[in-house]
């Protein structure tokens, strides 16, 4: 397990903090994220596409915790 503070990228995260993003935050986001995989490893152990509202559980995630 690793620690997760938040989004690197500082516009992504000021836009989760925004009110109500789970009602337009699709509209600029998408409906899916994916990225490259580097390797064969991180093909297999990693995943590579999910659903844009997966990130709202990560950031509810970050903010609980003190």
Known sequence: MSPNFGLSHRLGQTLLDLPYVRHWGHLI??????????????AAYW???YPARAVYVMSDAVWAVP
């Not at 986001?29 to 991180?42: L, T």
């Open 29 to 42: 986001a998408g409906k899916s994220r994916s990225f490259d995989v580097h390797s064969d490893a991180h």
């Open 47 to 49: 995943t590579t596409n």
